[in-house]
């Protein structure tokens, strides 16, 4: 799902943002007022009492009710207070702690944590606003597999660095209706069979509008698909080579658009109103971050019990979604809690179940306990969940500059 929770829109407003304070690229956060506490037990004493303003994406009410249990559960065992502050954007939350570096309040920040990756964590490590590094100071970071799942340490290009916390992984995957697609085998597996599907049945195809992060991964996805050597896509993009590098994808484009739903006039405005016109028999396949996407929806009654799941066979995008605290966090020992805690295996296996939210686990299972490994095996199944077969190898996100110049020109594109 990311997040996981990141549109494009709010990339390019993160990099204004950041630049137009006149911040130095590189500057380290400014010293907290008080020393740093050397123990965890010192840590949760000074978190006991206090306020943590979550700063998150809440287009999704499974993930904001998942929030809320959390914050109950920290209330519960710390005596941490968690308030969710509903994001449209994390760019509101980017802007904010811009705003507050800006006027020099250095303390006593109104973000203690927020939901993070790609352009605007890059935008915030670039520009000293994130307080760290403090993942490997959380008890439950060595679980965290930073071995296999490489987007656990680097995102999008970018080099972590222990300045964010790993709590759910996302992989693209594509939902149709098994009940209308009756040829499982004929599905489309790379961006060019998805071409030659649109034109064969026109009008049952769509994306999300590319202001919305899943709109944008469709171009993404696409452009690593059509691409027979992605590695310059790992490289910041330029005005030379975005223009030769993206050119193939233009060329798709302006043939898939067309055959889209609506001849490609008008755009679902997010995953969710893509997801009610599969629902609604208009289109007949779907783009989600979640692999767990069908079998969530189904059992929820957003989408018929039908619904199965497939990839592109050079497999798909995959990336991690991250917590970060601003470095000047006001209840900075309660975020850390709270990014401890989301870090759990438990915790980690109720977000996995596709009865809450089915985001895939940042955890290694090699260094879980039998016990913790039970949790994970004890999940509920679902003919519409995709196999570790299926989702195949993640395919590596581009670097963020990627998506953001791919916003712009789509949008300079259709507004023609």
């Given amino acids: 799902m990311t997040d996981r929770r990141h549109l494009p829109r709010r990339h390019a407003l993160a990099f204004f943002l950041a630049s137009a304070t006149g911040v ?3 500057a380290p956060a400014p010293a907290a007022a008080q020393p740093a506490p050397a123990t965890w037990e010192q840590v949760l004493e000074r978190a006991r ?3 943590v303003y979550f700063n998150a994406w809440a287009g999704d009410e499974r993930t904001n009710d998942f929030i809320t249990w959390a914050g109950q559960e920290l209330k519960a065992r710390h005596g941490i207070n968690v308030v969710h502050v509903r994001l449209k954007d994390t760019a509101e939350a980017v802007a904010r702690v811009v705003a507050e570096k800006t006027a020099g309040r250095s303390e006593g920040g109104s973000v203690d944590l927020v939901w993070i990756n790609g352009p605007n964590f890059l935008a915030m490590k670039q520009q000293g606003l994130l307080y760290g590094p403090v993942a490997a100071r959380l008890p439950n970071y060595r679980y965290v597999d930073t071995t296999n799942k490489r987007s656990n340490v680097i995102d999008f290009t970018t080099p972590v660095e222990g300045f964010a916390v790993p709590w759910r992984m996302a992989q693209i995957v594509f939902v149709y209706d098994g009940a209308r697609l009756k040829q499982p085998a004929a599905v489309p597996g790379s961006a060019a069979e ?5 034109e064969r049945h026109p009008g049952r195809l769509t994306h999300p509008n590319v202001g919305n992060f899943l709109g944008a991964t469709f171009l993404k996805q696409a452009l690593v698909d059509l691409l ?3 590695a310059p896509l790992q490289q910041p993009a330029t005005d030379e080579s975005f ?3 993206t050119a193939p994808l233009w060329a798709w484009y302006d043939r898939l658009r067309p055959h889209l739903w609506r001849q490609g006039r008008q755009f679902p405005e997010n995953g969710s109103a893509q997801r009610q016109l599969l629902n609604d028999g208009e289109i007949d396949i779907t783009i989600s971050f979640n692999p767990a996407e069908a079998a969530v929806s189904s059992r929820a009654g957003l989408l018929p019990a039908s619904v199965r799941t497939f990839t592109f066979t050079k497999g798909t995008i995959g990336n991690t979604s991250f917590v970060a605290v601003p470095f000047n966090a006001k209840a900075r020992e309660g975020a850390m809690v709270l990014a401890n805690f989301l870090l759990e295996p438990a915790t980690q296996a109720r977000a996995q179940d596709i009865q809450s939210i089915g985001a895939i686990n940042v955890l290694d299972g ?3 306990s039998a016990a913790q490994r039970a949790l994970f095996d004890q999940l509920t199944d679902s003919p519409a969940l995709p196999t570790a077969a299926q989702l195949g190898r993640p395919q590596l996100e581009p670097h963020a500059s ?7 020109e789509w949008q300079r594109r259709t507004s023609r």
């Fill in 24 to 26: 130095l690229l590189g």
């Fill in 49 to 51: 009492g206090q306020t």
């Fill in 194 to 198: 998805l071409l030659a599907w649109a």
């Fill in 228 to 230: 027979p050597d992605a």
């Fill in 243 to 245: 223009g030769r590098v």
């Fill in 366 to 368: 090699g260094k879980l």
């Fill in 402 to 408: 990627w998506m953001t110049r791919l916003t712009a």
